[in-house]
C-alpha cells in the first residue's frame, strides 16, 4: 500500500522555467529520500503555466518526513510558491480491499 500525492501548481506567468529547474532539482533530492517511491514532473502541454507533481511514499509518514526535509523548505516554500498563481495539494491513500 502506497500513499500518494498529487500537487497542482498554476505559475506565474513567464515564471515556468525558473519553477521547473527547482521542481527538478526538489525531484533529484526527494527520490534520495526514505520512503519516496516516485517523483514526477509534469508540465501542460497545451498551458506551459499549469504544472502537475505526482508523488508516491511508502506510508503517509514518510510523505509528512519529506514536508519536513530542508530542500522542501527551502525549494518548494521559499522559492517555488512564490511564483505560483495557484497551489492544490492532493493526498490519496488507497481503499482497503474488498474480498471477492
Do not use: W
Not at 35 to 54: F, K, M, R, S, W
Amino acid at each position: 500500500m502506497t500513499y500518494v500525492v498529487v500537487a497542482r501548481y498554476r505559475t506565474q506567468a513567464g515564471a515556468e522555467k525558473t519553477v521547473l529547474s527547482l521542481l527538478d532539482t526538489m525531484a533529484a533530492a526527494s527520490r534520495k529520500e526514505p520512503g519516496n517511491l516516485a517523483y514526477q514532473v509534469h508540465q501542460g502541454t497545451e498551458d506551459p503555466q499549469a504544472i502537475v507533481l505526482y508523488e508516491e511514499y511508502a506510508s503517509e509518514a514518510d510523505f509528512t518526513a519529506h514536508c519536513a526535509t530542508p530542500h522542501f523548505q527551502e525549494i518548494v516554500l521559499g522559492e517555488v510558491v512564490p511564483l505560483l498563481e495557484s497551489r492544490d495539494v492532493l493526498r490519496y491513500a488507497p481503499r482497503p480491499e474488498v474480498g471477492a
